[in-house]
């Protein structure tokens, strides 16, 4: 399985199929809210029918009982991957397993990880915007242990602290790491960034691209070039 997911941020069904058109091939795709919410979980059912694998991002954070619920109902649509905020607790991370298997009805259910603190944080927002003190790493770490304890498969970090997850909480918990960014490319809202070769000295398992695919002049070949990279 391919070890780039591709960010599938567009806001209608064409663009997505446009986009798709362009590979021979299945590849790992990552739905996230701007799409869901603009052609409903149909086309996540429309994309796996297309054979590509699919990581379903809508980060679910609420109470126990409610992210246990919808989790039951996502797992029904046969995606590869999902997630929820670590934020939400232990108890609610237990939860969405417990739907995700109910769901899944004996069958594999999907994988579940856990957003520890958003690409998009830096440390100084962390600290002074959420209130959180000390080091981004203290706070992630924190999170992704939590996780383990909870049952999740992994978690959603930045390529800076794939290495000292994998320590902390072994080898086999996943680390999805988006904020990846090529040597040319403009930051935007991302703050923990990096390319994906340090992604792979790293040792991340995954790697989470949008933009810098989707607005490469030749989307297909910018793929190729990262995923030559992760599997190098
Ligand atoms: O901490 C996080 C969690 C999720 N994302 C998502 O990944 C992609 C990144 O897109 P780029 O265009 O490569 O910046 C996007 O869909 C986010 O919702 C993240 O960036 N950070």
Redesign the pocket.
């Known amino acids: 399985m391919s070890k780039t997911i591709v ?1 599938l ?1 567009f806001s209608s069904e064409k663009e997505v199929l446009d986009f798709l058109k362009q590979f021979d091939h299945p590849i790992y795709v ?1 739905i ?1 809210m701007e799409l869901t919410y603009a052609c409903g979980l149909g086309i996540v059912e429309k994309v796996k029918a297309m054979g590509h694998h699919v990581f379903l ?1 809508l980060k679910l954070h609420d109470i126990p009982n409610t992210v246990k619920g919808g989790m039951k109902n996502l797992a029904k649509l046969g995606v590869d991957m999902t997630n929820v905020h670590c934020s939400g607790g232990i108890a609610m991370m237990k939860a969405a397993i417990e739907g995700l298997e109910e769901g899944a009805k004996g069958k594999k259910r999907p994988l579940c990880i856990g ?1 520890t ?4 944080t830096s440390k100084e927002a962390m600290n002074e915007e959420l209130g959180i003190p000390g080091d981004v790493l203290d706070c992630v770490l924190h999170y992704a242990k939590n996780a383990k304890e909870a049952g999740l498969d992994g978690v ?1 970090c930045s390529v800076h602290e794939a290495r000292a997850i994998h320590e902390a909480c072994g080898e086999d918990f996943l680390t999805v790491t ?3 960014r090529l040597a040319s490319d403009s930051v ?1 809202d ?1 703050k923990r960034v990096a390319t994906p070769s340090l992604a792979k000295e790293e040792g991340c398992d995954y790697i ?5 695919i989707t607005k490469s002049a030749d989307p297909e070949a910018t793929y190729t070039q990262i995923e030559e990279i992760m599997e190098g």
């Not at 989470?208 to 810098?212: D, E, H, K, Y």
């Open positions: 960010a941020d990552k996230g991002d957003v603190q958003l690409t998009s959603v988006p904020g990846i935007d991302q989470v691209v949008g933009r810098s």
